[in-house]
């Protein structure tokens, strides 16, 4: 099991950049594919962007694509998430997970870390 701690996350205006991490615990870091999702007040949780253990695969929901970029940093347990051109829409509760992008089956969460878009 991995242990996820968010941080990163802040108030920023339309167009603005953040960039959230996620730090994680355990041996099995740099084993696991990593993904990053999100929830906005009302609406379900919705998947942002993953990446492979060997950081050599990424996907990307099409809302974020071209202005989202997941990374990984396997010696410090970390992985990132660079967020530009920010939009309002992109206000949402971030969450970082642990698991297979094959599956698309992440079993291991973080707490969450809030991003506000003001417009």
């Known amino acids: 099991q991995v242990q996820l701690v968010e941080s990163g996350g802040g108030l920023v205006q339309a167009g603005g950049s953040l960039r959230l991490s996620c730090a994680a615990s355990?041996?099995?870091?740099?084993?696991?594919?990593m993904g990053w999702f999100r929830q906005a007040p009302g609406k379900e949780r919705e998947f942002v962007a993953a990446l492979s253990w060997s950081g050599g695969s990424t996907v990307y929901a099409d809302s974020v694509k071209g202005r989202f970029t997941i990374s990984r940093d396997n010696a410090k347990n970390t992985v990132y998430l660079q967020m530009n051109s920010l939009k309002p829409e992109d206000t949402a509760v971030y969450y970082c997970a642990a698991g297979t992008i094959a599956t698309m089956i992440f079993g291991s969460w973080g707490q969450g870390t809030q991003v506000t878009v003001s417009s």
């Open positions: 355990g041996r099995t870091f740099s084993s696991v594919d």
